[in-house]
């Protein structure tokens, strides 16, 4: 029996002479619901409680055990005429069901294997392509909103973009048309890739397309500031002037500037950003007490900030200080991804790999066990400074690897996660683990940065980043996206008052609520939420006004000079 769900749901029975197949819509809507879900967590028993509350949520039926035990049946009957109960590939079990992959061919049991084998062996290319050849479309498809498919849908999401990024990486010198396509794909797939956009830039410049290795730059730009809040990395800026260079028949931009100093006019404007937070390729600042509280500090850290806060960039650098004792992961993302890839890269980066038994529990499905865990506890470094596990973006961490963190942490390992706010995890199983120490990543300050970077930027460490790497056009796009970002949550009133303070400049409260024709309690509260968001600063004598420059200047061009005339006469 071959079942495929990569896509929609199909069943082929191959010892049917006819080659007898079986779609989706061939089935009623719930037993096409068991069958995926039983599908989606194949070779784990599901208890009837768990699978009816997959199936039906908050509609569940009065009895819904003999609903279920219906619905099996009319799978079983449809989908193996004749064959009896005790050889079906749904399975009977400890008072639950369970897919049999030993009993039933499953595409996606394959492509989960291949995955693992993947991430265990960076050098095979076959097994990659195989995951791109199975991976034809992301599974359930009937059924994608589903909250049962949805980790099944993200974790082959992440299979397929980070394979036929890995092939066309290999593979764009040698071809650029096909590694072109797949970067393609994978960008469809998965837009803030931004290592996709990297290997399409190499493609089209493969292919001696200038204007193309261009135009993927700064969409790379738009899909990070636009949901994102952040510029792209330098990698990715260095590649794009290395890249134009060779087209043009020149050295990188860099090299030119190291060589003879001479910048064009859009460079000039952000020269003092790039040579005070760091020089051309960057560098990091400040954040020196934040370093001693991560490096040294209690059992477990909460790293919490809102998009361009400089969260990530902090825990990049501990693991350049410390690279002996500090490991440092990434969450899984929304749509879930591979359980255990954040230990799997700590283990790797402190020479501790256990790619043994982490390939174990992934394969069955499982959390590890107190043994396993006790096992790499003890291959982790022990001595005056302890090891830490640092997780970036840890905020959609499932329940197993919570647990994990726990069980680490009380076996000597401290532990630091970053996520974007408090209230991104109240519901989820990241709220379970308590934290020792809560670190908000402040603005940087005068001590951090000269006078004239901390007043463009605002000490947003997200900014000082655009502003060095950017330039001014494009820095200005990423203030602008990270003050929507921030503010997408506040009332409408909150992205009113950055706009009247960038027309008009520093305004008392009760100034802001008449230019705006607001409720001066609206105004207030939401000049709370904007000054908390690092947006506004309060100054003498209630005034408010934009901390960053840059930001000013990129919300003040959505205000047309009429407009801004009409709001100084209202106030006069």
Same mark, same amino acid.
């Given at each position: 029996?071959?079942?495929?769900?990569?896509?929609?749901?199909?069943?082929?029975?191959?010892?049917?002479?006819?080659?007898?197949?079986?779609?989706?819509?061939?089935?009623?809507?719930?037993?096409?619901?068991? %069958?995926?879900?039983?599908?989606?967590?194949?070779?784990?028993?599901?208890?009837?409680?768990?699978?009816?509350?997959?199936?039906?949520?908050?509609?569940?039926?009065?009895?819904?055990?003999?609903?279920?035990?219906?619905?099996?049946?009319?799978?079983?009957?449809?989908?193996?005429?004749?064959?009896?109960?005790?050889?079906?590939?749904?399975?009977?079990?400890?008072?639950?069901?369970?897919?049999?992959?030993?009993?039933?061919?499953?595409?996606?049991?394959?492509?989960?294997?291949?995955?693992?084998? *993947?991430?265990?062996?960076?050098?095979?290319?076959?097994?990659?392509?195989?995951?791109?050849?199975?991976?034809?479309?992301? $599974?359930?498809?009937?059924?994608?909103?589903?909250?049962?498919?949805?980790?099944?849908?993200?974790?082959?999401?992440?299979?397929?973009?980070?394979?036929?990024?890995?092939?066309?990486?290999?593979?764009?010198?040698?071809?650029?048309?096909?590694?072109?396509?797949?970067?393609?794909?994978?960008?469809?797939?998965?837009?803030?890739?931004?290592?996709?956009?990297?290997?399409?830039?190499?493609?089209?410049?493969?292919?001696?397309?200038?204007?193309?290795? %261009?135009?993927?730059?700064?969409?790379?730009?738009?899909?990070?500031?636009?949901?994102?809040?952040?510029?792209?990395?330098?990698?990715?800026?260095?590649?794009?002037?290395? %890249?134009?260079?060779?087209?043009?028949?020149?050295?990188?931009?860099?090299?030119?500037?190291?060589?003879?100093?001479?910048?064009?006019?859009?460079?000039?404007?952000?020269? $003092?950003?790039?040579?005070?937070?760091?020089?051309?390729?960057?560098?990091?600042?400040?954040?020196?007490?934040?370093?001693?509280?991560?490096?040294?500090?209690?059992?477990?850290?909460?790293?919490?900030?809102?998009?361009?806060?400089?969260?990530?960039?902090?825990?990049?650098?501990?693991?350049?200080?410390?690279?002996?004792?500090?490991?440092?992961?990434?969450?899984?993302?929304? &749509?879930g991804a591979l359980r255990l890839g954040w230990l799997r890269a700590v283990l790797h980066q402190l020479g501790a790999p256990a790619d043994a038994v982490l390939d174990a529990a992934m394969a069955e499905r499982r959390h590890l066990s107190p043994g396993e865990l006790d096992e790499i506890a003890?291959?982790?470094?022990?001595?005056?400074?302890?090891?830490?596990?640092?997780?970036?973006?840890?905020?959609?961490?499932?329940?197993?690897?919570?647990?994990?963190?726990?069980?680490?942490?009380?076996?000597?390992?401290?532990?630091?996660?970053?996520?974007?706010?408090?209230?991104?995890?109240?519901?989820?199983?990241?709220?379970?683990?308590?934290?020792?120490?809560?670190?908000?990543?402040?603005?940087?300050?005068?001590?951090?940065?000269?006078?004239?970077?901390?007043?463009?930027?605002?000490?947003?460490?997200?900014?000082?980043?655009?502003?060095?790497?950017?330039? $001014?056009?494009? &820095?200005?796009?990423?203030?602008?996206?990270? *003050?929507?970002?921030?503010?997408?949550?506040?009332?409408?009133?909150?992205?009113?008052?950055?706009?009247?303070?960038?027309?008009?400049?520093?305004?008392?409260?009760?100034?802001?609520? /008449?230019?705006? &024709?607001?409720?001066?309690?609206?105004?207030?509260?939401?000049?709370?939420?904007?000054?908390?968001?690092?947006?506004?600063?309060?100054?003498?004598? &209630?005034?408010?006004?934009?901390?960053?420059?840059?930001?000013?200047? *990129?919300?003040?061009?959505?205000?047309?000079?009429?407009?801004?005339?009409?709001?100084?006469?209202?106030? /006069?």
């Amino acid at each position: 029996m071959d079942v495929r769900v990569l896509g929609t749901i199909e069943i082929i029975d191959p010892a049917d002479a006819g080659a007898r197949r079986l779609t989706g819509e061939d089935l009623p809507r719930r037993a096409r619901q068991v %069958l995926g879900v039983l599908a989606a967590r194949h070779d784990r028993v599901q208890s009837k409680d768990a699978l009816a509350d997959a199936v039906w949520g908050e509609e569940l039926p009065g009895n819904h055990a003999a609903a279920l035990e219906h619905y099996v049946s009319v799978l079983r009957r449809a989908l193996q005429p004749g064959v009896p109960t005790a050889r079906s590939f749904i399975v009977t079990r400890a008072g639950g069901y369970v897919f049999a992959t030993d009993r039933a061919r499953l595409d996606l049991a394959e492509l989960r294997a291949a995955a693992r084998t *993947a991430e265990a062996e960076p050098d095979r290319m076959d097994v990659r392509e195989e995951i791109v050849r199975l991976a034809k479309d992301l $599974p359930f498809a009937e059924d994608e909103y589903a909250d049962w498919a949805a980790p099944a849908r993200g974790e082959v999401r992440a299979a397929l973009v980070a394979a036929q990024l890995d092939l066309a990486e290999r593979g764009v010198d040698g071809d650029p048309g096909r590694a072109l396509r797949l970067g393609r794909q994978a960008l469809e797939l998965d837009p803030y890739a931004e290592r996709g956009y990297r290997v399409v830039m190499r493609a089209v410049a493969g292919q001696g397309r200038k204007d193309e290795v %261009l135009r993927w730059y700064e969409r790379c730009v738009r899909a990070l500031t636009d949901e994102l809040g952040i510029a792209p990395a330098a990698a990715t800026t260095a590649l794009r002037d290395a %890249l134009v260079a060779t087209l043009e028949g020149g050295p990188p931009a860099f090299e030119r500037r190291r060589g003879d100093r001479r910048r064009a006019p859009r460079e000039a404007a952000v020269a $003092p950003v790039r040579e005070a937070a760091g020089g051309e390729r960057g560098g990091f600042v400040g954040r020196v007490a934040e370093l001693e509280a991560l490096a040294s500090g209690p059992d477990v850290v909460h790293v919490a900030g809102p998009a361009g806060a400089g969260k990530s960039a902090l825990l990049g650098r501990l693991r350049e200080l410390y690279p002996d004792v500090v490991g440092l992961g990434r969450g899984p993302g929304p &749509g879930g991804a591979l359980r255990l890839g954040w230990l799997r890269a700590v283990l790797h980066q402190l020479g501790a790999p256990a790619d043994a038994v982490l390939d174990a529990a992934m394969a069955e499905r499982r959390h590890l066990s107190p043994g396993e865990l006790d096992e790499i506890a003890g291959r982790l470094p022990r001595g005056a400074v302890r090891a830490v596990v640092a997780i970036d973006d840890a905020e959609h961490l499932d329940a197993d690897s919570v647990a994990e963190l726990r069980w680490l942490r009380e076996r000597g390992v401290r532990v630091v996660v970053s996520y974007r706010y408090p209230s991104a995890i109240a519901e989820r199983p990241l709220g379970a683990l308590d934290a020792d120490l809560v670190l908000r990543p402040a603005p940087l300050t005068d001590a951090d940065l000269p006078d004239d970077v901390l007043e463009a930027t605002g000490g947003i460490p997200g900014l000082v980043t655009a502003a060095r790497e950017l330039g $001014p056009r494009l &820095g200005g796009e990423v203030a602008m996206h990270l *003050a929507r970002h921030r503010t997408r949550w506040m009332p409408p009133a909150a992205w009113e008052i950055l706009r009247l303070t960038a027309a008009l400049g520093s305004l008392r409260v009760e100034q802001v609520a /008449a230019a705006g &024709g607001l409720e001066l309690d609206d105004v207030l509260g939401a000049v709370d939420q904007l000054v908390h968001a690092h947006l506004l600063v309060e100054g003498p004598g &209630g005034h408010v006004r934009h901390r960053s420059a840059l930001v000013r200047a *990129a919300v003040a061009e959505q205000v047309s000079a009429a407009r801004g005339q009409h709001l100084r006469a209202r106030l /006069a």
